[in-house]
Nanobody, 118 residues
Framework: QVQLVESGGGLVQAGGSLRLSCTAR???????????INWYRQVPGKQRELVAR???????DYADSVKDRFIISRVNANKRVYLQMNNLKPEDAAVYYC?????????WGPGTQVTVSS
């Protein structure tokens, strides 16, 4: 059974940092490695927003709102993707979700809450 599991969320003051992790379970390495992995976020009443994406070759793309503050990375051997979030702002507060496509299906994690106090 394929699962994506996020961790690392929490409460942080504005200007602080958090590192989120996304671990893929039930996926063999040869399927995980070629897959792009995405981080999304969502606040109540708004659409889910793509925050960052990392390709199979570790090429990263970012939403304009997080460029120069967030860094996405991956460790294929651990089937894990990280989102380093620096200089957090109150508007970064959201539930953050990990997303990937494996075996021709779209998978989402349950999300991890990030709260930023001003």
């Amino acid at each position: 059974q394929v699962q994506l599991v996020e961790s690392g969320g929490g409460l942080v003051q504005a200007g602080g940092s958090l590192r989120l992790s996304c671990t893929a379970r039930g996926v063999i390495t040869s399927v995980f490695n070629p897959s792009s992995i995405n981080w999304y976020r969502q606040v109540p009443g708004k659409q889910r927003e793509l925050v960052a994406r990392i390709s199979r070759n570790s090429v990263a793309d970012y939403a304009d709102s997080v460029k120069d503050r967030f860094i996405i990375s991956r460790v294929n051997a651990n089937k894990r993707v990280y989102l380093q979030m620096n200089n957090l702002k109150p508007e970064d507060a959201a539930v953050y979700y990990c997303n990937g496509q494996f075996y021709d299906r779209d998978y989402w994690g349950p999300g991890t809450q990030v709260t930023v106090s001003s």
